[in-house]
């Protein structure tokens, strides 16, 4: 029978693409540091990956981290895991954030195209969680949490068409699988499904008619912010969740009833 292993004082939880200003990853760092959580920021530009993680670090006042790292080369996230595991506490969780949208129609979209969302949104989320593991088996305990879509559920219908759609259906699958292999370990996987969230991901920054607009057929009038998906993030890789696992989060104002 697996034991609950308690979460150790110190502790370090990875982010990947969280270092845009106006992403939900970079509000689950902020979220997940003023809860006293070391921060280790991963994102393609290495640059801005720094700066994030040295404004939480000067903000909340903990150990935070920024290393450039690209998800879907296993080499550069070994490197990068390596640094973030010499420099700081011990990896208790993981948040897959990485990602990238695809407006292009199904008989538009180039193989090159389908490869390159593949690459970030699944194989990255893959290579990335495969390295992480390795320490928490070890230490039987961890936390991993991937972003899946509002889009995997409904066949698209926001913004992104069918390869942003079939990866990140491709998540809620892994989620799954993954969480049934680790849970001896005292590893728990899940996925959140988020519906139109105020960020940049869009086609840019939304304006005020654009978001009246997707709000429409939202029980909740409005679409989500950072904000809220960062709380829930928090949650589900906090100490309190460690009996939920498999699971995937709708977090959509009621846009999608599943």
């Known amino acids: 029978m697996t034991s609950i292993t308690p979460f150790p004082t110190e502790r370090t939880v990875v982010l990947t693409g969280a270092a845009s200003a106006r992403g939900i990853g970079r509000a689950a760092a902020d979220r997940l540091a003023?809860?006293?959580?070391?921060?280790?920021?991963?994102?393609?530009?290495a640059e801005d990956a720094k700066a994030a993680a040295a404004e939480i670090g000067s903000n909340r006042a903990v150990k935070a981290l920024g290393v450039g790292a690209d998800v879907s080369d296993a080499a550069s996230v070994d490197r990068a895991i390596t640094e973030i595991e010499d420099a700081l506490p011990p990896i208790v969780a993981l948040a897959n954030l990485a990602g990238i949208s695809s407006p292009t129609t199904f008989m538009e979209t180039t193989v090159?195209?389908?490869d390159?969302?593949?690459?970030?949104?699944?194989?990255g989320t893959f290579i990335v969680s495969q390295r992480v593991l390795?320490?928490?088996?070890?230490?039987?305990?961890g936390r991993i949490v991937s972003i899946s879509s509002i889009s995997a559920q409904r066949g698209g219908?926001?913004?992104?068409?069918?390869?942003?759609?079939?990866?990140?259906?491709?998540i809620i699958g892994f989620t799954r699988a993954l969480a049934r292999?680790?849970?001896e370990f005292g590893v728990t996987v899940?996925?959140?499904?988020?519906?139109?969230?105020?960020?940049?991901?869009?086609?840019?920054?939304?304006?005020?008619?654009?978001?009246?607009?997707?709000?429409?057929?939202?029980?909740?009038?409005?679409?989500?912010?950072?904000?809220?998906?960062a709380a829930l993030i928090a949650f589900l890789l906090?100490?309190?969740?460690?009996?939920?696992?498999?699971?995937?989060?709708?977090?959509?104002?009621?846009?999608q009833v599943s």
């Open 238 to 255: 906090g100490q309190d969740s460690g009996y939920i696992t498999a699971a995937t989060y709708d977090i959509n104002g009621g846009l």
């Open 112 to 114: 090159e195209e389908w």
């Open 134 to 141: 390795k320490g928490m088996i070890e230490r039987k305990l």
């Open 34 to 45: 003023s809860e006293g959580w070391s921060i280790a920021i991963l994102d393609i530009n």
């Open 157 to 170: 219908g926001t913004y992104s068409k069918v390869a942003y759609s079939a990866s990140k259906a491709g």
């Open 116 to 123: 390159k969302v593949f690459a970030i949104n699944m194989r």
């Open 181 to 183: 292999e680790v849970g």
């Open 190 to 229: 899940n996925a959140i499904a988020p519906g139109p969230i105020d960020t940049d991901i869009m086609g840019g920054t939304l304006s005020e008619e654009r978001k009246a607009q997707m709000s429409e057929g939202i029980m909740m009038g409005r679409v989500g912010t950072r904000e809220e998906v």
